[in-house]
Every structure is written in C-alpha cells, then in structure tokens.
C-alpha cells in the first residue's frame, strides 16, 4: 500500500494538549511511508507545535474564514488542488471527515465517531477499551497516546516504537530563550529555575487555587533559593494578577528580584523554548503540561476532575499530584458537587514536597565515545578495533569518587548508514559501561539529514538523563573531541571540554581543552574543589 500512497494530508487536532500527545501518532505515519509528502491540517493556535518537524512537509492551516458553509467548500478546493492519495483524521469531528470527503482524496481514515463513517473508506470503530467515555466504570486506563497510535494499528497494523511525544525546536530558539532568561535572573547558569502555569483551558474544576500557588512560590524562592516564571495565555491574565496580589508588602521585593510574570506575553514557540530551559515545570492538567512533557522537563501536575492516567504527563521523571476521593476523576469542567475537594484539599506542602522529589540533583560527566574513550576507528563495528586510551579507567574512577554520574553519549550514524549493526552498538557500549564502570550510554542511531532531536549537538539525550538519572545539566560537564561536543554542553549550559585525544584540537568555546582525558578529569576535580 504504502508503493500508492505519495501524498498524505493528516488532520490535526485543535486542543494544545492533545496535539503534542498526537506527536508519536504522526512520527509512525512518516515512517510507515517515508516517500510520502506528508502535510497536516490544524487550527492556527496548535500549528506552531510543528514547525520543524522532520515528519512533517506541509502545514496548512485551519483558519476562521474556512468556518462558515463557503468556507469549508473553498478549503476542500484547496486540498484537492493538492492531489492527495490519503487522509488520516486524528481528529474525530464530522467535519474533519466531510472536508475530506469534498477535496475528493480518495482514502480517508478515521474512527467512526460522530456520525460520520459512511464519509470514510476505512471508519475505524472506536473499542470500549479505546473510549474516553465520560462517567463510565469501563473508561479507557491507558494514555490519550494510544488513542492516536490504535487508530494507525488498526488501519495500517503499524506498531509505534516511540511513544514520547516530541516538539523540535531551533537552536537560535534556545538561544535566545536562554539569552533573555539570564538577562532577567542574572545568576541563571546557576540558580533554580522553576516554570510555573497556573491556568487551564479546561475549566475552573482543573485549576489548582491562586493562594496555593503564592504560597508554593514564597517557599522556592526563600527556601529552595530558586527563580519563578509564570506562564499561561493572553486569557489567563487575571490568574496570574490574582496570584501576584497575595503577596504581602513584606514579600515584594523578594518577589520582584525573583518572579518573572511572562502570562500572555509569549508566543507557543516561545512558550515552548522557555520551559526547554527551566530545572522543572508545576502545572494544572494543561496544553503546556504536555509541552513540558515532551521537551523533556520534569513535571509536577496537579490534578483535580481530570484522569492523570490518561491525560497526564509521559514517561518517567514526572510526578502526580491528586487526591483520590469517591467523586474523582469525574472529567467536569466545574464541580457538580459544588465543593471541589479534588482541589481543594491539595496543599501547598503536597506540591512543594513533590517539586522537591523531582528536581534534578545528581552531577554528572557526560562522555562522548570515540576519540574520547576510545580511539576513533572510523565507524566502528568489530571488537578487534575497539582500543580503549590508557588513561580512561583511572580517571573514572576518581570521577566516581567524587561523587559524578558517568553518561556515554555518541553519535552512531553508522547503523542508518548501513555501515554498523545496531546491535554491535548495543553490544561495544554495555562492554564499555561495564569495563570502565560508566553508568548509563545513550546513543543517537540517526542519520545526520534525519534531523532527529537525539543527535549531538541537540539536546535532547541529556535532558532524557535529566528525567531518568535526575542529573543537574548546570552543574554537569561534557567531554568530547569534536565541537559538536562543546555545542552540547553550550545549548544545555553544562561546562564542556575538549580533549585533543580524537578530530578537533582546539574550540574557541570550549571550558577547557584538554591534553587527553587525564587531563580533562583533573581539570573537573580542580573545579570541584574550588568550590
């Protein structure tokens, strides 16, 4: 099937939230059909979401003046200009099934919801094991996700790997996220830095309330030494005025030095670049929670009528909020009971305690492996060739002693390239880790025209260590033997180190440049005990 199908149009939800859990759906779309253009449909207000995806081609977007009956004619006349050979409707509306139907693509997938499976080729019935159906004991317990990736199972029998949600930003995002934040809390580099959304789309039945989240910024700031920045949308203003006013006179300048108010004031871009750089995220069951999520920063979600099993935030790191009462989750907009005890009997302790069990504490060294560790062998796939460098155990070891994690992160190109076998890779790193005695190796098994997020220099193997290692990226180092290397450590604001041991020998933004490895260890230890 996938020979016939060139042209995809995937319709895209119109909730924050769910767009980013669709993220995987779409993932195993492009690579069930990787020769297929592939555009997507969506509302204006979710689009920024994919900018930059590697598995998306086209965006087209959804916008108020295809709303009225013209409207939606003159859309589906745009689609069918495009000649698509398919449409997947991750979104469940009529609509979405009827503007496929008039642009004439002649496959359309969809679950059969909402009455609209005699306009689909392939209506997907929706299982009760599948269906959020509200107020029922038979409620689906798995994640939102696997709403997505079921529709693509039973259609295509795709089978998703990767079930991480994933939003790609640009490095000059990063940068300048970063750039703005250390102009506002000058200390940044160094000092906690916890985001904070107190609003929620939803309705008042998922927000946690105002006083409760004064008083959890009071307690970073005089008790965790930390800066606070607030966030939310242009309608959750008076939220954050609501919040700010709790504050006593005596607490004001403290709160001045160490609160930015960024509500209203940023777009989903850079909603998104700006959490990418915060230690953790404290959230209501929202859009920006799964943002967060997805970056990966860890999350502290509070919960009230909504079902974190469901809804809540992917993968590990993170942690729950709730209180399990007899009435809860019964997925209001606001309380029918009148009460909101969901909400209400969540402290100010439970929240703060939860922030503390999740923020990153562990220092650690991250380890590029060839040139660095050992000698670079080009692509590297027999035993035979795999030489360690002389000085690399006793170093670890008195890095060990000093109290750091040790992380192998590479680059392996070569298994896309057809050139190394990925289970050579598995294999050479789990001698290494155990011979050497280094904790954890991650690797990247892309192509570099892939553009995937976990090839060096992006960051997002470290912050996966940061979730699952808790591990500090500010008090961190890197060391590696290519300015790929030190751009890492530069985009996650670990010190890195360049050891002329491997390709580069000199980086005019490297911490330090190092002799060999030796070298780079006692550089670390030296600034360890300068401290």
């Not at 503007?99 to 004439?104: D, N, Q």
């Not at 409760?212 to 970073?220: D, P, V």
């Not at 562990?362 to 030489?387: P, Q, S, W």
């Not at 670990?494 to 490895?517: P, Q």
């Amino acid at each position: 099937m996938a020979e016939n199908i060139k042209k995809i149009l995937i319709r895209g939800v119109n909730w924050i939230g769910d767009a980013v859990i669709t993220t995987p759906a779409i993932k195993a779309v492009k690579k069930a059909f990787p020769d297929a253009n592939i555009s997507i449909l969506v509302r204006p207000w979710v689009a920024e979401l994919f900018h930059g995806s590697p598995d998306i081609d086209e965006i087209i977007l959804y916008e108020d003046k295809f709303n009225t009956i013209t409207g939606k004619f003159r859309l589906a006349q745009i689609l069918r200009q495009k000649n698509f050979d398919m449409a997947i409707l991750l979104q469940n509306a009529f609509d979405a099934a009827l503007i496929a139907w008039l642009a004439g693509i002649p496959k359309r997938v969809g679950y059969s919801m909402d009455a609209r499976g005699f306009l689909l080729t392939k209506a997907i019935p929706v299982k009760g094991t599948e269906h959020r159906a509200q107020n029922s004991e038979h409620r689906q317990k798995r994640h939102q996700v696997y709403y997505y990736l079921n529709l693509l199972k039973e259609a295509f029998n795709i089978d998703a790997e990767d079930i991480e949600p994933s939003i790609h930003l640009k490095k000059e995002e990063i940068h300048e996220a970063r750039g703005f934040l250390n102009s506002k809390f000058k200390t940044q580099n160094s000092k906690l830095l916890i985001a904070i959304n107190p609003g929620a789309a939803y309705g008042s039945a998922k927000r946690w309330k105002p006083d409760r989240f004064a008083e959890l910024i009071r307690r970073i700031i005089e008790e965790l030494n930390g800066n606070v920045i607030l966030f939310g949308s242009k309608s959750e203003v008076e939220i954050a005025d609501d919040i700010l006013n709790k504050f006593t006179s005596c607490h004001s300048s403290l709160v001045t030095r160490h609160l930015l108010n960024m509500v209203g004031k940023t777009s989903l871009r850079q909603l998104a670049a700006l959490i990418s750089e915060c230690d953790a995220f404290i959230t209501n069951d929202s859009g920006p929670m799964h943002i967060a999520s997805a970056l990966p920063v860890p999350v502290v979600a509070i919960f009230g009528s909504t079902d974190p099993h469901e809804t809540g935030p992917l993968g590990k790191g993170h942690s729950i909020v709730c209180k399990q009462l007899s009435c809860s989750p019964c997925l209001e907009r606001e309380c029918p009971k009148g009460h909101l005890k969901c909400m209400e009997e969540i402290t100010a302790d439970d929240v703060f305690n939860a922030l503390r069990d999740i923020l990153p504490k562990e220092k650690a060294v991250f380890l590029d492996r060839d040139g660095t560790l050992i000698e670079d062998a080009g692509y590297l796939n027999t035993f035979d060739k795999l030489k360690i460098f002389p000085d690399v155990l006793d170093a670890i070891k008195r890095l060990k002693s000093a109290g750091f994690k040790l992380i192998g992160i590479t680059n392996q190109s070569g298994i896309a390239r057809g050139i190394v076998d990925e289970g050579f890779v598995r294999e050479s790193n789990a001698y290494l880790q155990k011979t050497l005695g280094i904790d954890a190796f991650y690797y990247c098994p892309h192509h570099p025209d892939d553009n995937c997020l976990c090839r060096k220099p992006e960051p997002l193997l470290l912050r996966k260590t940061r979730l699952e290692h808790g591990i500090n990226l500010k008090i961190s180092y890197v060391i590696g033997d290519k300015e790929i290397d030190i751009m890492l450590a530069r985009q996650t604001g670990a010190k890195g180190i360049l050891v002329k041991t491997g390709e580069a020998n000199d980086s005019s933004d490297a911490d330090f440049i190092a002799e060999n490895f030796k070298d780079a260890a006692d550089w670390i230890l030296n600034q360890l005990s300068s401290q």
